[in-house]
C-alpha cells in the first residue's frame, strides 16, 4: 500500500508572521470596503492607524488564528475550534475595554446580542470567531509554505524596514488617539506637540480617519435625545 501522503507543517517564525500580519491588515480594509461598496453603495475604510491602509485587529486575529491553528496541528478539533473562539473573543474584549476604560470611546457595539459583555462580546460573535478561524486554519499549512518563501535574502531587509515602521505607525497612532480623547474631554494642550497634534490632527480628521469611533458622552446625548 502506498503510504500516506504527510502533513505540510505549520511553521511558526518571525518572518511568516510579519508577512501574515501585514496582508491581514490590508485585505481585511479591502473586504470591509468592498462589501460596504456593494451593501450600501459607498466605499468605507475601517482603518486603524494613523498612516496607511491598515486594520490592526484583522492583522492580530489572523495572527492569533495561525498561532492556534500551529499548535493544535494534528490534535482535537474540537480543542482548535475553541482555541480560535477565544482568540476572537480576547482580541474584542481587550480592544473594547481599553477604548471604553481607556479613552472613554466605543468602535462596536453587541449590547442588542444575545448574551453579551458590555457591548464587546457575545455568544453570536464568540461561534462566528470559532468558525471563521477553524475554517482558516485548513489553510495554513499552504500559508506557511507560501510565505517561507519570503524570509530570507531581500525580504529579510523589507522585514526589518517594514516592521520599524508599523512599530513606529502603531506608536503614533496611540499618541494621536490618546490626544484625541484627552482633547475631547476637556484637557488643554501642555506642549508645543499637542498643540501640533491638534492643529494637524483635528477632531475632524480624526473622525473621518476613525470612521466607526464615538466618544461615550455623544453616543448617551444621542440615546438621550432619541
Same mark, same amino acid.
Given at each position: 500500500?502506498?503510504?500516506?501522503?504527510?502533513?505540510?507543517?505549520?511553521?511558526?517564525?518571525?518572518?511568516?508572521?510579519?508577512?501574515?500580519?501585514?496582508?491581514?491588515?490590508?485585505?481585511?480594509?479591502?473586504?470591509?470596503?468592498?462589501?460596504?461598496?456593494?451593501?450600501?453603495?459607498?466605499?468605507?475604510?475601517?482603518?486603524?492607524?494613523?498612516?496607511?491602509?491598515?486594520?490592526?485587529?484583522?492583522?492580530?486575529?489572523?495572527?492569533?488564528?495561525?498561532?492556534?491553528?500551529?499548535?493544535?496541528?494534528?490534535?482535537?478539533?474540537?480543542?482548535?475550534?475553541?482555541?480560535?473562539?477565544?482568540?476572537?473573543?480576547?482580541?474584542?474584549?481587550?480592544?473594547?475595554?481599553?477604548?471604553?476604560?481607556?479613552?472613554?470611546?466605543?468602535?462596536?457595539?453587541?449590547?442588542?446580542?444575545?448574551?453579551?459583555?458590555?457591548?464587546?462580546?457575545?455568544?453570536?460573535?464568540?461561534?462566528?470567531?470559532?468558525?471563521?478561524?477553524?475554517?482558516?486554519?485548513?489553510?495554513?499549512?499552504?500559508?506557511?509554505?507560501?510565505?517561507?518563501?519570503?524570509?530570507?535574502?531581500?525580504?529579510?531587509?523589507?522585514?526589518?524596514?517594514?516592521?520599524?515602521?508599523?512599530?513606529?505607525?502603531?506608536?503614533?497612532?496611540?499618541?494621536?488617539?490618546?490626544?484625541?480623547?484627552?482633547?475631547?474631554?476637556?484637557?488643554?494642550? $501642555?506642549?508645543?506637540?499637542?498643540?501640533?497634534? $491638534?492643529?494637524?490632527?483635528?477632531?475632524?480628521?480624526?473622525?473621518?480617519?476613525?470612521?466607526?469611533?464615538?466618544?461615550? $458622552?455623544?453616543?448617551?446625548?444621542?440615546?438621550?435625545?432619541?
Amino acid at each position: 500500500m502506498p503510504s500516506k501522503k504527510a502533513k505540510l507543517p505549520i511553521r511558526v517564525s518571525y518572518g511568516i508572521i510579519f508577512w501574515l500580519f501585514m496582508i491581514a491588515n490590508l485585505a481585511g480594509v479591502l473586504i470591509e470596503g468592498l462589501f460596504y461598496l456593494i451593501a450600501f453603495g459607498k466605499w468605507e475604510t475601517h482603518v486603524v492607524t494613523m498612516w496607511g491602509p491598515f486594520c490592526l485587529l484583522y492583522g492580530f486575529g489572523t495572527v492569533g488564528f495561525y498561532l492556534v491553528a500551529a499548535a493544535f496541528q494534528g490534535k482535537s478539533y474540537v480543542l482548535e475550534l475553541i482555541g480560535h473562539a477565544l482568540i476572537g473573543d480576547g482580541l474584542e474584549l481587550v480592544g473594547g475595554l481599553l477604548l471604553e476604560f481607556g479613552i472613554g470611546m466605543r468602535a462596536w457595539d453587541y449590547t442588542d446580542y444575545f448574551m453579551n459583555f458590555r457591548g464587546h462580546i457575545c455568544l453570536r460573535m464568540t461561534i462566528v470567531w470559532g468558525l471563521v478561524g477553524f475554517a482558516f486554519g485548513r489553510f495554513c499549512p499552504l500559508i506557511s509554505k507560501g510565505l517561507s518563501q519570503f524570509e530570507h535574502g531581500i525580504f529579510r531587509i523589507f522585514i526589518i524596514i517594514l516592521s520599524v515602521f508599523m512599530l513606529i505607525n502603531m506608536t503614533f497612532t496611540v499618541i494621536c488617539i490618546v490626544r484625541w480623547s484627552r482633547r475631547h474631554y476637556g484637557v488643554k494642550a $501642555d506642549s508645543s506637540f499637542e498643540e501640533f497634534l $491638534d492643529e494637524r490632527y483635528d477632531d475632524e480628521y480624526m473622525s473621518k480617519r476613525f470612521i466607526e469611533w464615538h466618544f461615550l $458622552d455623544d453616543l448617551k446625548k444621542n440615546d438621550s435625545h432619541g
